[in-house]
């Protein structure tokens, strides 16, 4: 299991060199040279542009540049913002962090509310609930995700109850650890079960399908005959098996998570990567673009390493393929 | 003489899709919308850039029939605009001027005549038609979806199967290529190639630059779907023969692999669309996408991401509703496909 | 950011009282009670601004309680962007300049009531006879945050070692400098500093609200040369030193701004108590507005900028959500479309900042005025702002007062007429041209004179997929068709977007091509200010009541001369003219002689339009009722007197 590990990550390696490069060279084939107009600004001061102009040996060949540019990430040196006058890793980090949590509560959402009612719809086969639970997936599935949280906004603004966008509270500072978790969360609730909502739908409905395809398996009939309660032959039997090749779908699960989180986060103000993103395209602040799509690139990777190590963890064929 | 019974799997998968009654509505949806885009001129009353200042968020027209009682020809009351003291829109209806509806005048199908005005499902910020704006703008976003997936697809097809055919390490780096494209979350790699756009492209180059950004996101996955077919597909008999024939590799990838994996791949194109059309739509509500004045349903919803529109606006949101329509009828037809290709759906279902 | 000349102060030196109230009757505010929304405390030259109101007004409850009470709490205002600097002396920007108002303070500052100039840091100052020497004494009882005494040490050095000198960028460089001289600024005692005018300079002792940063902390830096860089926004807070009533405590960027009170204010209030009440102000950073406006509605802010298309949403409100809404007047700030007639060649590629045949437009004053005629302010007015706004002729707003200049040059909105105005000047029509003088133009045409083939551009609006265009395209004289770019961004309230695109559809009826093409704010000050690389803007300026204090867009050679910037002699005839009145106004002590001056500067820009106005915003906000001692003003904004306000318990 290691060896296959460490097999994935060279390879994941390699890929992330050339995202990399790919995304380098498309910012640098953008006309304009931007380190002219901040020589002009006089809030950079001339050492911070000629300290870049040598990181990046801007006058060298793309390549070259390219090298460069790797070397100094990997030395903790991401760029410069010029939108924000901070370096990029200033910046980068706590978005990186509001996203994740973004991402992994809307995973952790989805994935909770799915399982049950993909198994629910399957037990209950063509009766009310699974056409209701039908059509409602395909409807939110259907929904531009933009647009259903700014309806879900509108309607918890005339509710009351829920904060509006952002991720903390004015008074954030002062509150407790508790507190902070419990802000953080009620933040949370509108994004994250927008973001969940088109992801839930189809998820749920492969896991239905999933266990449509289990339950007309011959070894269930042989539990059922050997008289084993509903209960166990349903969850212990059948949903395990069930549910094994979703484990694959994690990855691809938590890849669309990761874009769709980026549009929610700019209607809901949640101060994550994706809104850093659109503010830095918009600016053309070349190296925090370039920075903040690695970093996304990164973060999928990593939660496609965690999701393989899942599987393997999960599934015993693939542990005893491996060991034989 | 005995009708020919077609067996194969695609004619029997199609006739499975068939009965599937949900997805064959959809489809007919489908048929209606791109009907209705493709003669946008003609069933709307206005352009889309015809704008009105005067009638500002006017609400939705209503058609009067009855004139004192009397059954006349089908006309409008003029509205005029004030402001209330909270300063909020009030059209108020003039019944001393009637515009009757003109049919089938100057090539469109309902107008009346200056300066009154028709709009059937309100007016936007400027006195725009919402109508005219939401067909008009279905040209854009249901095309871009449509050539964006062509793009995709031969893309797709190309590096797919060329990759399944061959195997060995051209099968590696072009599988290693895909998984780079797919590596990158679809909406940054949207915006980051967005960001390499020039930002004074005209709205033809806008046009083109999101079709092909939009093509670059979604080739990949297809590509690795085309190559597992593809990496089946190369052991049957008849690939075989046809090497031993001599036939060209190109000849036979393009000829005879490739028209199989198409019928399967459908199902994915369906979805491929439906995600390019809202791909498209979260561009343009961005502001990163179609620009104004050209509609695009996306664009046209970024006019209602505003608290204050859309309660004193309902009818703003429409463009949502017709996006929701249109993702969910590809979704559906997809599905529904998919399911007529998968045997064991097909065969009546088997429980 | 570009927001209007952030010169807060109003009033002349020297006035009486009585033309004080003259001034006052004469503010032309229609309907609206006077307000401003320009921080109290701010620059003395102009800033691009975004059109944001950012402080509340306050309630006017003069309060009853025991001061004892009022102690506590904290007030929750919005932001629509990170500062870029907490630099006073080099930001540019409105947004900065905004924070760095709660941070720093200048010897005199305006009243916010009366305009009339009056102490701060200084306490009284005395004027030579001649008028070319003012003496300052200054306060001492104010410290810096750090508890070191303010003196004169640190005047001397703010004006020496800072605004004059040369390789620090300061704006206010050009303010303060007068007939070419710099003031001479010279320390007498530890708290009395004289100041020597090298000519007499009629906004003189406005412009001491001139922002005093601290010598002890600063002169390090100055030494190395590394001043400009100083105090940019990854400082930690606690370094960043002023005397004003707030502290920074924390920045978060892109989420939010702490300050908290300074312990050792010098303002005390009338009983005697320290100052300021409020614990913390939070500035939550929050750039689209619909969220400000939720965010308010959902209580998490204490105020938020109402423009025209929120009130009808806001107003109703009122009892139910405890709030109240300020009518404020017209807004000092500026919306404007300009033309870029930089003649000049960029340095790095050795081409044309513009297009020479742009350039030919651009210069034509009648190519100007056509399209100062086809701005429907008041369509923009009704349909963005719901009514609430003013058409905006002259750099002035009706808000500065004594010095706006109603009879200016009014352009109507007429296309017929500007048609007519562009067929005088010899732009012609395709439709009006021979059949065989038509061509067709596509992005992949070199030669846009050469006559071509339908090409597939052609075909492609044939289909009508992008709409028809055709024969209505105007051409200049030499048959080039006029198309070129109009860039704009959204800043804050300002909704400039908006009026963009409909002007952009008006200019379209005219013929001319007009691609929109919205830009972030930055980026479209870089061009505006560092690469010159644009046609057509749309931006606005922050206003104030001494017009002296727009001298860095309207000298020459200023830095602000948006439209032909940096000039080394005046280009036009009227350009000449204006840096004449200029130097002339800002020496003439008399103050109806200076109004006589600046009218006809008001009178010159609408006739030569070098840049084309809009409309003015009504400046209004919401604030809750908690707050007591708020006295919201035009000048001041809600927030002026914030180390008075307190909640109510």
């Not at chain 1, 992330?16 to 006309?31: D, E, Q, R």
């Not at chain 2, 597909?233 to 990838?253: H, N, Q, S, W, Y």
């Amino acid at each position: 299991m290691i060896k296959h590990i460490i097999q994935r990550l060279c390879s994941t390696i390699l890929l992330l060199l050339a995202v990399s490069f790919f995304t380098f060279w498309l910012m640098h084939t953008t006309p304009g040279n931007f380190f002219d107009s901040l020589r002009l600004n006089p809030q950079i001061s001339q050492d911070t542009v000629a300290r870049y102009e040598r990181l990046y040996h801007l006058n060298d060949p793309l390549l070259v540049q390219y090298t460069h540019w790797i070397i100094n990430i990997l030395h903790g040196e991401w760029g410069y913002s010029f939108y924000y006058n901070v370096p990029v890793t200033h910046v980068l980090g706590s978005r990186l962090f509001n996203t994740f949590i973004l991402s992994f509560t809307s995973l952790l959402l989805t994935w909770g509310v799915a399982i049950p009612l993909g198994i629910w719809a399957a037990l209950r086969r063509n009766q009310w609930i699974d056409r209701i639970l039908s059509v409602f997936s395909f409807a939110t599935f259907s929904t531009p995700g933009f647009f259903l949280a700014v309806l879900v906004l509108y309607a918890a603004s005339r509710w009351g109850a829920l904060p509006l966008g952002g991720m903390h509270s004015p008074n954030y500072d002062e509150l407790t650890v508790v507190g902070k978790i419990r802000d953080t969360a009620l933040h949370l609730v509108i994004p994250a079960s927008v973001l969940s909502l088109s992801a839930m739908a189809s998820l749920q409905r492969i896991m239905r399908g999933n266990m449509l395809g289990v339950l007309r398996q011959q070894y269930i009939l042989a539990a059922r005959a050997k008289g084993l309660p509903e209960r166990v032959v349903i969850y212990r039997h059948a949903l395990r098996n069930a549910f094994n090749p979703l484990v694959t779908l994690l990855g691809y699960e938590f890849a669309a998570l990761l874009s769709g989180a980026a549009l929610i986060e700019i209607v809901c103000s949640w101060p994550g990567l994706g809104s850093l993103l659109l503010t830095a395209v918009r600016s053309k602040d070349v190296y925090l673009v370039m920075s903040s799509t690695l970093l996304a690139g990164v973060l999928l990777i990593i939660g496609n390493v965690l999701a393989d190590i899942l599987l393997t963890w999960v599934d015993p064929r693939i542990r005893y393929e491996k060991r034989s | 003489m005995k009708k020919e019974v077609n067996n194969s799997r695609t004619h029997l998968a199609f006739a499975s899709f068939r009965r599937n009654r949900l997805g064959l509505l959809c489809l007919w949806a489908l048929v209606i919308l791109y009907g209705l885009a493709i003669f946008a001129d003609f069933i709307s009353p206005y352009s889309y850039k015809d704008e009105d200042r005067d009638f500002s968020y006017c609400p939705p027209t209503a058609v009067e029939f009855l004139d004192h009682g009397r059954w006349v020809r089908p006309f409008v009351y003029h509205r005029t605009l004030t402001f209330d003291a909270v300063h909020r829109r009030v059209y108020v209806k003039d019944l001393t001027q009637k515009y009757p509806l003109h049919f089938f005048k100057g090539g469109r199908l309902l107008t009346v005549d200056a300066p009154g005005r028709f709009y059937l499902w309100g007016a936007d910020a400027r006195g725009r038609d919402l109508f005219s704006r939401i067909w008009y703008g279905a040209r854009i976003s249901l095309s871009i979806g449509l050539l964006g997936v062509s793009i995709s697809f031969i893309l797709g097809l190309l590096i797919g199967g060329i990759a399944g055919y061959y195997g060995g390490w051209v099968d590696s780096v072009l599988m290693r290529l895909c998984e780079m494209f797919m590596m990158i979350p679809g909406f940054y790699l949207m915006l980051t190639l967005r960001a390499a756009v020039p930002e004074n492209f005209n709205s033809v180059q806008v046009y083109v630059s999101v079709v092909v950004i939009l093509a670059l996101i979604g080739w990949a996955s297809l590509a690795r779907i085309i190559r597992g077919m593809a990496l089946s597909l190369r052991e049957r008999d008849f690939v075989l023969v046809a090497k031993t024939l001599g036939v060209p590799d190109i000849v036979i990838i393009v000829k005879h692999i490739l028209p199989q994996t198409i019928s399967f791949s459908c199902a994915t194109l369906m979805l491929t669309v439906s995600s390019y059309i809202l791909a498209e739509a979260g561009l343009s509500v961005v502001g990163l996408g179609i620009q104004d004045p050209v509609p695009s349903w996306g664009n046209l919803l970024s006019d209602a991401m505003g608290i204050v529109p859309v309660i004193f606006a309902p009818w703003i949101l429409l463009p949502g509703l017709f996006i929701f329509i249109a993702v969910m009828c590809f979704n559906v037809i997809g599905d529904a496909l998919r399911d007529a290709f998968d045997p064991m759906f097909r065969d009546g279902g088997v429980e | 950011m570009l927001k209007s000349n952030v010169i807060k102060n109003t009033g002349n030196p020297g006035l009486k009282s009585g033309e004080v109230a003259n001034r006052n009757n004469r503010q032309e505010a229609p309907g609206f009670s006077p307000g401003s929304v320009t921080p109290a405390k701010a620059g003395i030259h102009n800033k691009i601004c975004f059109c944001f109101l950012f402080f509340c007004v306050c309630s006017i409850i003069p309060s009853a309680h025991a001061a004892a009470s009022r102690y506590g709490g904290s007030l929750v205002l919005a932001v629509s962007s990170d500062p870029k600097t907490f630099n006073d002396i080099v930001s540019t920007d409105a947004y900065s300049g905004a924070i760095t108002a709660m941070l720093f303070e200048g010897l005199t500052t305006a009243d916010p009531f009366t305009l009339k100039v009056i102490p701060n840091l200084a306490k009284s100052w005395t004027v030579s006879p001649d008028g070319l020497q003012w003496t300052f004494h200054l306060r001492e009882d104010v410290k810096w945050f750090d508890g070191t005494s303010f003196s004169a040490d640190d005047v001397v050095f703010t004006f020496n070692d800072l605004i004059y000198n040369p390789e620090i960028p300061s704006p206010s460089k050009d303010v303060l400098t007068i007939d070419g001289k710099p003031l001479k600024v010279e320390k007498v005692d530890g708290y009395t500093v004289r100041f020597t005018l090298p000519v007499k300079f009629a906004p003189f002792l406005r412009s001491m609200a001139q922002t005093i940063l601290p010598k002890h902390i600063l002169v390090q830096s100055v030494k190395e040369k590394k001043f400009s860089f100083t105090w940019g926004t990854f400082t930690s807070p606690e370094q960043i030193i002023g005397t004003g009533p707030f502290m920074l405590s924390e920045y978060h960027p892109g989420e939010r701004l702490v300050f908290k009170r300074n312990p050792h204010y010098w303002k005390k209030s009338p009983q005697g108590g320290a100052l300021p009440y409020l614990d913390k102000v939070i500035f939550l950073i929050i750039p689209e507005s619909q969220t400000q406006l939720l965010k308010f509605m959902d209580g998490e802010l204490d105020s938020t900028p109402v423009r025209g298309s929120d009130y009808p949403l806001l107003k109703p409100l009122e009892a139910q959500k405890n709030f109240h809404i300020y009518e404020a007047g017209a807004n000092y700030d500026s919306n404007f479309v300009t033309l870029n007639q930089n003649p000049g060649i960029n340095p790095n590629t050795h081409r044309y900042f513009v297009d020479p045949v742009k350039l030919s437009w651009f210069t034509n004053i009648e190519f100007r005025r056509a399209i100062a005629h086809a701005i429907d302010k008041k369509k923009i007015i009704e349909i963005l702002n719901n009514g609430f706004g003013l058409p905006q002729n002259s750099p002035m707003s009706p808000s500065s007062g004594f010095f706006y200049n109603p009879d200016v040059t009014v352009y109507d909105y007429n296309l017929e007429k500007a048609r007519g105005i562009l067929k005088q000047a010899g732009f012609r029509y395709r439709n009006d041209k021979k059949p065989y003088e038509v061509e067709a133009i596509g992005p992949f045409d070199k030669k846009p004179y050469e006559v071509a083939p339908l090409n597939n551009f052609t075909k492609l609006k044939q289909l009508g997929l992008f709409g028809p265009f055709g024969g209505q395209m105007l051409e200049d004289p030499q048959g080039h068709p006029v198309e070129f770019n109009l860039y704009t961004a959204d800043a804050g309230t300002a909704g400039r977007t908006q009026i963009a695109a409909i002007i952009r559809s008006d200019l379209e009826k005219l013929g001319l091509k007009v691609n929109l093409v919205p830009v972030e704010f930055n980026t479209l000050v870089n061009k505006l200010m560092s690469s010159f690389d644009w046609d057509m803007v749309m931006i606005g300026l922050t206003g104030g009541v001494e017009p002296h204090f727009g001298q860095n867009v309207w000298y020459s050679s200023g830095g602000l001369h948006l439209w032909s910037p940096h000039q080394s002699k005046p280009a036009t005839p009227w350009e000449k003219r204006v840096d004449e009145i200029y130097d002339q106004g800002a020496q003439e002590l008399d103050e109806n002689k200076r109004k006589v001056l600046y009218d006809e500067f008001q009178r010159i820009v609408a006739e030569e339009l070098p840049v084309i106005y809009t409309v003015l915003n009504m400046d209004m906000y919401a604030v809750r009722d908690k707050f007591g001692n708020l006295k919201p003003t035009v000048n001041g904004g809600a927030f002026h007197n914030i180390e008075e306000i307190y909640i109510k318990k």
